[in-house]
């Protein structure tokens, strides 16, 4: 099990303080990259990647509409995970120049699957992925509660492909975690529950069923 903090929910005015304390308790840290268009909000952009100093992989989570023209400088700003959404690249041809694109650069790369997309969507590339995101909130805002009939989703995708790296994302905490665990998920992002716990250790350790 792979604990993934979202910064979206860190103290962005002590960004890298805020990084520094994931050690040793997070696996991975998400940048949540939103333009305002694909969803309602607007986040961060690459110059915010390149500020961040750790030694944790960074998982870059797109939520844009044109994800192809957005890769290379997340590339260059140091990213390992790549995810965009099947929604916003929906072409075949695309989704695996795309998916090419951010493997030659060096990173892994996911595809995200909204609440209510089908995951016979992804049908075309599932094979070709390192890992698949499964949305348990509409992306967009941190501190949502967590929607459970995605849960289905994630049982379908681990019993077809028992090796796929299955990430989930939203309303993640001590209550909902055993459930992703249960049916599958391998790979649990919090960004409120984590950076507003008291201790992010023993929250971290929570999420992870330890
Ligand atoms: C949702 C974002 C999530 C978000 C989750 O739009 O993609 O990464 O940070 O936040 P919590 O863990 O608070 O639901």
Redesign the pocket.
Known sequence: MLITA?I??ADLGRLQEEVDSLKGIADWI?V?V?DGHF?K?LTFGAPVLRCIKTSLPLDI?L?VSNPADRVQEFLEAGAKHITFHSEAVTDPAARKALIAGIKAGGATAGIALNPDTAIEEIDDVVESVDMVLV?S?V??????SFIEHVLEKVRALRDRYPKLMIQM????DAKTAPLCRKAGADNL??????FKAKDRAAAAASLRGA
């Open positions: 979202s979206l929910s998400q949540d939103m969803v909000n989570h939520m949305m909130v992306p967009g805002f941190s501190g949502q994302d939203g309303g993640i992002v919090s960004a409120s529950f984590l």
